[in-house]
């Protein structure tokens, strides 16, 4: 039994060392390959960490700094200066021109939607806000609102309705979620499409009870109960 048991440790052993043979074999034969394999690797990661370092945080910073005059522009509600800029200190269409890569040039595409969108120019508020990119709970769901907003202007209240509900999903909190909700309701009213619009209201009635929107939301209920009881729906 013991003479077995060595014999297999043997076996193990030789295997082994067959392997080991094997990759020195490998190696010998391939050593230019693998050297040139490991200098790439290492030329790609100081390329990219070089790129990170000495370009890609510069500019970061440096659009952020740029973009303080328009910001202040935008809190003293001087929006077209805002927007354009002042012929010194650049707008939030230059930010994005020179610096639409950075975190500063995606929030200019924010500023400048809600801009368009207090302005009149809807189409332009949508095609800036649907470039923007965000995973805040409040900013992200709001530039939804906006585009329905935008589109309700438009007439395009299919569009509306879908941009609220998908707010509304998107903030889900007592403050931001209800208000959105209220918007659906209010463009399904418009469409005349009652059964939705009860769907909607009652959704604020029965999840966001505590909300300011839920005060008085059983007034909203009670219309569309009745419109819904009459027939008056399409």
Do not use: C
Not at 136 to 143: E, R
Not at 185 to 194: C, F, L, R, S, V
């Amino acid at each position: 039994m013991a003479k077995k048991k060595k014999d297999k440790t043997q076996e193990n052993i030789q295997v082994v060392e067959e392997a080991l043979s094997r990759t020195e074999i490998f190696l010998e034969k391939n050593q230019k390959l693998i050297l040139y394999v490991i200098g790439g690797i290492l030329v790609l990661f100081g390329g990219y960490y070089g790129f990170q370092k000495f370009i890609k945080l510069p500019r970061v910073r440096e659009a952020q700094e740029r973009m303080f005059v328009a910001e202040k522009y935008w809190e003293k509600d001087s929006l077209t200066l805002a927007l354009n800029g002042d012929g010194l200190n650049l707008g939030f269409l230059d930010i994005i021109d020179d610096y639409g890569r950075t975190p500063s040039g995606n929030l200019a595409r924010y500023y400048a939607g809600a801009i368009y969108l207090k302005q009149g120019q809807f189409n332009e508020s949508i095609r800036y806000l649907k470039r923007f990119r965000s995973k805040d709970p409040m900013v992200g769901p709001n530039a939804l609102r906006m585009i329905g907003d935008a589109y309700l202007e438009l007439g395009d209240n299919e569009e509306a309705v879908k941009h609220y509900l998908r707010a509304a999903d998107r903030a889900n909190n007592d403050l931001l979620t209800p208000d959105f909700l209220l918007r659906a309701g209010n463009t399904y009213e418009i469409m005349q499409n009652w059964t939705k619009a009860l769907e909607v209201y009652t959704r604020i009635k029965k999840e966001y009870p505590g909300s300011f929107r839920a005060n008085n939301i059983d007034k909203y209920i009670a219309r569309m109960e009745a419109y819904i009881e009459h027939g008056f729906e399409q």
